[in-house]
Each structure stands twice: as structure tokens, then as C-alpha cells.
């Protein structure tokens, strides 16, 4: 829905520092902490790869979503 959309859309922003509408694996790495996720710097590196699909070094937003649906609830 589109409150879903909104929510996952300010977060995926809210990580991409550089604002280039992708997220690197060092953005990734930084940007759990904002959304309430703690992880292991080892661990959110797997992470970033199980999210990173196509191997492309950076994490889209149709990408996120998917992990961001799996991984936390956008009502949270």
C-alpha cells in the first residue's frame, strides 16, 4: 500500500548518504543503526550480499523493499 511505500521509501533514504538512489555496502553497514537494527559488521555484510541479487556492489530500492518487508514490520 502506499503508507508501505512511503515508510520504505524514507528509510532506504535515510540510508543512502550520498544520495544516488543506491545503497552501498558502507551505507548499509551505517544505516542499520538508524532503523533500529543491530548487527555484527560481518553479519550486515552477508546480509548486503543476500540482498545485493545481482552482485552489482549496491542495493536498489525494489531490493530493499523485499528485505526491508521480510526483515521489519513498516509499521513499527
Do not use: Q, T
Request: hydrophobic fraction near 45%; aromatic fraction near 14%; include cysteine.
Amino acid at each position: 500500500n502506499l503508507f508501505y511505500f512511503n515508510r520504505a521509501w524514507h528509510v532506504f533514504d535515510s540510508m543512502d548518504a550520498d544520495a544516488d538512489h543506491r545503497i552501498d555496502v558502507a551505507e548499509f553497514c551505517a544505516g542499520l543503526d538508524k532503523i533500529g537494527m543491530r548487527m555484527e559488521e560481518d553479519d550486515a555484510k552477508a546480509e548486503f550480499g543476500k540482498l545485493d541479487e545481482n552482485a552489482g556492489g549496491v542495493i536498489l530500492f525494489d531490493e530493499f523493499c523485499v528485505w526491508l518487508a521480510d526483515k521489519r514490520s513498516p509499521f513499527g
